[in-house]
């Protein structure tokens, strides 16, 4: 019976494939690691890089030597493709890759005795056309647009009114997609000129498949600096300025059109596919998007629900009807539910900054040195933001940033304040034995309960404005799922529904791995057999089995705990920008180039 699935994750260290019945069981996976299976690239950690201009890229090559073996990784696993009957996917987001004018006739009319690679790629001298205008796929991790990105961010006047119609400022430290195609066009002028298609990672993946160059997903499109959210369209001030002197309407051509339908079928899959592979000919391409994207597609998002990923960073996923953009963080279409948004923050600061505090705790009271039982015991034992009476106490709001943080932009630090009557008083600096002088902040014991309230605050600063009431309860997300190493951690979950609420609870989602490639085998099975206006969120919940994947850990809203959090957010947001003052990155950056930002 053809009723399988197959789903593909192309992030920058390996390739997966996963293939899942229609009741959305996983039957089969397979993943290429691309360092240990493609040395042959010099390749490390999935990229090649160019310090001197702090670019950092992969070879397509790469990419389409990995298709060929992660599918032969499924056979080998006894995968039957001729069960599937719809193929999804899921891209890094931000990378780019350029189609020659030749590309098409190419993918049209692959020989099914050969490979990928053997067909797509140039010749090295050019004694043989390839499919690629350029032979490397630019990725998020490159650092080379700062005069690009600053571009973008005058274009409509300033950072805020990009963030407004784009969803995200330009980001000088992931390279998105516009600023992208500009420096390209500004570097290589000629293979801009020679680019007949420039598609996404994921848009890439798709058109393999297809056998034609796939249209761009409505959501992955977002992470470009060149769609307005707002109109549906290709915003015409950004493009101009990417396009340079080649015109509006030649980039526009390049880029091609947005579906708005994020389960529209692309068409059948490509005959190379059926004759190499044994894929059945009605097999349906289903829009590919990013990887983002994909993981809210893993489990059934209901509007205000939260997904907390705790690892060495922290990344906060929320789905929203709310469209509320900002310089600090990013707003995307909903990859399949039209009237919702996909908002995100990410912070370089996460696991790393809670064990420094963990390991302090644990030389302060000799206890084992990796365990967080001691840390645990003191962050839940301390009361509520240092509080031992509300009424005379002041509040205590720290940050604590090991490494230079994003969100607030700034370097690297540690900020203590005690708040009260709406007023800071910095506490006093740790000295040598990293103590405080200031007994009103014990450390490093008081920084257990501190540092879980900063990074929740900051979550439920930024957020409180796209959730809705739940029932009688206000504003607040419905649930909160963790996912990610810290999830496991019993007080940080519990510290998660304190602060941030969950009129339903906190959550431990525990999906494996493999968040994106199935949430993209879930967008395949939706987009062949939905019914007629059916949602993906519906859809889902019938066949998707949450006791396999989820288990409630603590209670979300406490009524007075949440209320006390939401009059400490006036004090924390003084925190942040005080630490902006002191420490901010752009302002610093100017300082050291000598009022010339690096």
Not at 57 to 66: G, R
Not at 488 to 503: C, E, P, R, Y
Not at 530 to 539: P, T
Request: with cysteine.
């Amino acid at each position: 019976m053809a009723d399988q699935f197959l789903g593909f994750d192309l992030s920058t260290q390996q390739l997966k494939g996963i293939i899942v019945k229609s009741d959305l069981k996983l039957i089969h996976e397979a993943k290429v690691d691309f360092d240990a299976d493609f040395a042959k690239y010099g390749i490390e950690k999935g990229v090649l890089t160019n310090p001197a201009e702090g670019e950092v890229f992969a070879p397509v090559a790469l990419f389409l030597d990995a298709i060929d073996l992660v599918l032969q990784r499924l056979k080998d696993q006894g995968a039957d493709f001729s069960k599937v009957q719809g193929i999804s996917g899921a891209g890094m987001q931000h990378g780019t890759v350029f189609w020659s004018k030749d590309a098409e006739s190419l993918l049209g009319n692959l020989d099914a005795g050969k490979t990928l690679l053997e067909q797509l790629e140039g010749g090295a001298k050019g004694e043989r056309k390839g499919a690629f205008s350029h032979p490397f796929s630019p990725n998020w991790q490159d650092a080379s647009t700062q005069a690009q990105c600053e571009q973008f961010d005058k274009i409509l006047g300033t950072s805020e009114k990009l963030a407004d119609a784009t969803g995200s400022k330009a980001h000088h430290v992931k390279r998105f997609s516009g600023p992208q195609i500009l420096r390209f066009h500004q570097k290589y002028p000629e293979a801009y000129k020679a680019t007949a298609r420039i598609s996404l990672v994921s848009s890439f993946l798709a058109s393999i498949f297809l056998g034609k160059v796939a249209p761009i997903d409505i959501s992955d499109v977002c992470g470009a600096n060149l769609w307005d959210i707002k109109t549906g369209k290709w915003n015409e001030e950004c493009l101009a300025l990417a396009a340079g002197e080649e015109g509006v309407e030649n980039l526009r051509a390049k880029l091609g059109d947005v579906p708005e339908d994020g389960g529209k079928s692309f068409g059948t899959i490509s005959p190379y596919f059926v004759k190499r592979h044994g894929f059945p000919e009605t097999a349906q391409v289903v829009a590919f998007t990013g990887d983002n994207p994909s993981t809210i597609l893993a489990l059934p998002l209901r509007s205000s629900d939260a997904i907390v990923s705790l690892g060495t960073s922290t990344t906060f996923l929320m789905s929203t009807p709310k469209y509320k953009p900002d310089p600090a963080y990013h707003f995307f279409n909903h990859p399949t539910t039209a009237g919702l948004y996909m908002f995100m923050l990410c912070y370089k600061n996460g696991g790393l900054a809670r064990e420094h505090i963990r390991d302090a705790i644990n030389q302060h009271s000799n206890g084992s040195p990796k365990s967080w039982d001691l840390f645990n015991e003191t962050a839940l034992d301390t009361p509520v933001l240092g509080q031992n009476n509300a009424e005379t106490d002041p509040m205590r709001l720290g940050l604590y940033f090991p490494r230079p943080e994003i969100v607030p932009n700034v370097k690297e630090g540690t900020w203590r304040f005690l708040y009260k009557d709406d007023t800071l008083s910095p506490v006093a600096p740790e000295g040598a034995q990293g103590k405080t002088e200031d007994k009103s902040w014990p450390t490093p014991t008081a920084d257990a309960r501190a540092i879980l309230e900063s990074q929740f605050l900051s979550l439920r600063l930024r957020s409180e404005s796209l959730v809705t009431p739940q029932g009688d309860l206000p504003p607040q997300p419905r649930r909160i799922y963790m996912v990610g190493g810290g999830a496991a951690n019993t007080a940080i979950a519990d510290l998660a529904g304190q602060v941030l609420g969950g009129s339903e609870g906190v959550f431990k989602l525990d999906i494996g791995g493999n968040a994106c490639a199935l949430g993209a085998a879930y967008k395949a099975a939706w987009g062949v057999q939905r019914q007629q206006n059916e949602k993906f969120e519906d859809f889902l919940e019938k066949r998707w089995n949450e006791k396999d994947f989820v288990k409630k850990v603590c209670e979300g809203y406490r009524k007075g705990v949440w209320e006390k959090y939401g009059e400490a957010l006036k004090g924390f947001d003084q925190v942040e920008k005080r630490a902006i003052e002191e420490k901010g990155q752009d302002k610093l950056d100017k300082e050291n180039a000598g009022g010339k930002v690096t």
